[in-house]
């Protein structure tokens, strides 16, 4: 009898996988990154976290020129605009917040975010009732999150409301930005781009505006240079991220890589234990897991409609007997 698997579920298998394990590493980045923001400027050190990414991501397309007509340009230019956010604005609100707190808001954000967005570039409709409903429970969670922050029941205690004002802010325009980025990476996949390509050429802007914003800045230089050797390591880790969450874009819906990434908030929070800047908050952990509720929703409503039956869908012959 013979075994088969369907190819796009295959894809969609390996695209979440993906997904999961981006959201791992990425969740040791941000506490790492959000510990070290204390002492390094986070202009200078978002500035030396993308010119590591970009060094590699430049040795591994070089040689190879990718398809450029308007279309593309277009997309490039939006990449590199909504890259510049993502980095700068979460790097921002993580030296603010809880990084557990600004991961969850950063990602809570981004699936109602997303089904606005595409809407109105899609000028109609761009979500059913399901994704609607996962999305507003995912607001619901990251409402208690803010509500955590502002009253000082975070992992940080009780901290100033400018402070704390200004990460919840930088977060949720990272979260906006995130929304734009994957969009315009799908473009370009669309379009005939590769992997490589795509991160190959989306750093420019953001490497222009950490250098001169890192321009006069009173930054610690001498803890910059005592934390290199962390600063090279998490910068190589986050490289690894990044190609994961590419691969992720490529072989799912953009509403789903967007959902994935609320997976962060979790990890983050497991892993910033080991951070004894801060303290165990539970209320954080509620709001996670009200925002995980909404994920779980949405992940599997959204495997159901994609791939609706195996019988129906083409089959690849994997192994038989």
Known sequence: MGLTVTTEGADYGRGVASLGLASMLGAAVNVAFGNIAQTVNPFVLTLFMVGVSSIVFGVANRGRRPILNPAAWRAVIGLNVASAGVYIFLVVGLKYLEPAVGTALQAGATPLMTIVVTGFVAQRRAAGISQWAGGTVVLAGSGLLVWVS?????????????????????????????????????????????????????????????????????????????RSGYLILFSVLGSGVVLLLQIGI????????????????????????????????????????????????????????????????????????
């Open 250 to 321: 490529r072989k799912v819906a953009p509403f789903v890589v967007l959902a994935m990434t609320n997976l962060n908030p979790l990890i983050t929070y497991t892993i910033q234990l080991f951070d004894h800047r801060l303290s165990t908050s539970l209320d954080t952990l509620y709001g996670i897991a009200v925002i995980l509720t909404g994920l779980a929703w949405i992940i599997l409503t959204q495997r159901r409609t994609t791939h609706p039956a195996p019988a129906a869908a083409v089959s690849t012959p994997t192994s038989s007997r």
């Open 150 to 226: 502002c009253t000082g029941h975070s992992g940080l205690g009780t901290v100033d409301s400018r402070s704390t004002a200004i990460g919840i802010g930088a977060v949720l325009v990272s979260g906006l930005s995130t929304v734009f980025l994957t969009l315009c990476a799908k473009r370009l996949i669309q379009i005939g781009w590769r992997d490589s390509a795509v991160l190959a050429h989306r750093f420019y802007f953001t490497i222009v505006c950490c250098a001169a914003l890192s321009i006069g800045v009173r930054a610690d230089w001498s803890a910059a240079a005592d």
